[in-house]
């Protein structure tokens, strides 16, 4: 036979065989080549390559073929120097990359690195202002605002008024990054935007003010002139002293920003105290008192006694200075069912501690020895009532050898015990008499004036309710009537429900009322008032 290969002898016949890489053919004679890389990759680690009779391994780009022909070994590019990178170079199994440093990025050629533009996105994270430079980037803050070192990039505002309040005399106002400074009410803030300065309120329309306007740092206030009260803090309105004053045998008149005490015909004001009004003074004549008179006359000085009749008593010379060196006494007695009411109409004298050198002392009976109930000097401005336990009073005056003033005036009166009712004197200052009617009741008031004057009653209240009332009749059951007390002449009678006219009795100076409620669903509720006038002082 034809052998492909090697003929080997085997007895009667022979025997083909192959060469190492080559197989025998089925048909005995032919050798063919055998594919070591079909089995196993003829043990190559990457790429095998068959030859006739043989293969031989073969690596990729970037791996070199180890000693053994069979294994792939990677080739560090970075470090044998086929690298091309600029900065930093990056060897992976078959290859390389190159990469940059943080702050810079790879170039278009993929080799060369060029600065990275942080700001460029998203302004770097940084709250505000993002500064770039090679290799990196820096975040910063506007001005009134600190860098958050925690991540250096958010910024914090900064109180400026946490230090010495920003400079600011009155407020400082902390705002996003800066601060402003303002002023309290009734200031302005000056050119240096730090210092405060008063508002002068007064400068525009007198601040508002009707009379006086006072500037006051940071404020100001309305101020009256004499004589007004200041109304809702801008207005003035007059005060009628005429409320307080009291214008003793005299009237007052209330004038804008003051007033004056006026005297009838048959006085004058004191030289000294425009608010007394002293007898015996007209504009002509050649009688008339002067003070020097009043000083000089021999006054009337007490030592009487006053039984159950109401009446006036007041030191020596009144309303003019009281003499020096003067003892009086005035002895008020009453029935034993009676008792003795004493008003201070008036009261001025010299003022010691103790009283110890001019005084009225007030004794609750018939003698010095007796307890006193008040020891009195000084100026007493409003009305004083003093009322004995029993049916007696003693009032003492007493005045030293220098220092004198007016003096005083008091009103003497009498009431019952077990009724209603009294006996009352009347004189220039108008004085109340009120009474509530009960179930059957009756009072009985006693009225004198000075002698020669004449009584004024001014009606404030009267009403009269009940069944029994008409308008057709009057009966005394159920009225108020007026006598003449030395005549016992019925003057008038009154039982309407409504208060009568002024009255002005001329010609009686002592009166007596009687109020009568004794039905037995009538109601009486009166409120008067008594005073008199006279052609002489009392």
Known sequence: PVCS??????????????????????????????????????????????????????????????????????????VSGAARCGSVCINTPGSYYCDCHPGYRLSYDYTTCVDLNECATNNGGCD??????????????????????????SCIDVDEC??????????????????????????FLDNDLLSCRDIDECMVQNGGCQHVCINSPGSYSCACRGGFLLLNQTHCQDIDECQEVQCIEGSCVNTQGGYHCQCDQYHMLHPRDPNFCIVGVSDEGEDNLTEEDWVNFDPICGNTELQGEADMISSPNYPAYYPTDTDCTWHMRGQSNQRVHLTLLSFDLEAVRYCSFDSVRVYDGATENDSYLANMCGR??????????????????????????????????????DRCGGHFVTGR????????????????????????????????KFTVLGNSWSTRSCTVDDALEIYDTARRVLLTRFCRSSPPP?????????????????????????????????????
């Open 5 to 78: 290969g090697v003929r080997a002898p085997l007895g009667d016949y022979a025997r083909c065989t192959c060469q190492r890489g080559h197989h025998l053919s089925e048909d005995g004679f032919t050798c063919r080549d055998v594919n070591e890389c079909e089995n196993n990759n003829g043990g190559c680690s990457h790429i095998c390559l068959n030859s006739q009779g043989s293969f031989s391994c073969h690596c990729p780009r970037g791996y070199v073929l180890g000693a053994n022909g069979l294994t792939c070994i990677d080739i560090d590019e970075c």
């Open 380 to 417: 007493i401005r409003t009305r004083f009532k003093l009322t004995s336990s029993g049916p007696d009073l003693l009032v003492k005056f007493t005045s030293d050898m220098i220092n004198t003033r007016p003096g005083f005036r008091a009103a003497v009166d009498f009431t019952w015990t």
């Open 502 to 538: 002024k009255i002005h009795i001329s010609h009686s100076d002592h009166i007596t009322i009687v109020a009568r409620a004794l039905s037995d669903t009538v109601d009486m509720d009166l409120l008067l008032l008594h005073s008199s006038t006279s052609l002489k002082y009392v």
């Open 162 to 187: 946490s230090a010495r309040n920003g400079g600011c005399e009155h407020t400082c106002n902390n705002i996003p990054g800066g601060y402003y400074c303002s002023c309290q009410s009734g200031y």
């Open 429 to 460: 200052q108008s004085r109340p008499i009120s009474w509530k009617s009960r179930d059957g009741a009756q009072c009985m008031w006693s009225l004198k004036a000075p002698k020669g004057g004449s009584i004024l009653l001014n009606f404030i």
């Open 128 to 153: 505000q202002d993002c500064s770039n430079h090679n290799g990196g980037y820096t975040c910063s803050c506007w001005d009134g605002y600190l860098l958050n070192p925690e991540d250096n990039k």
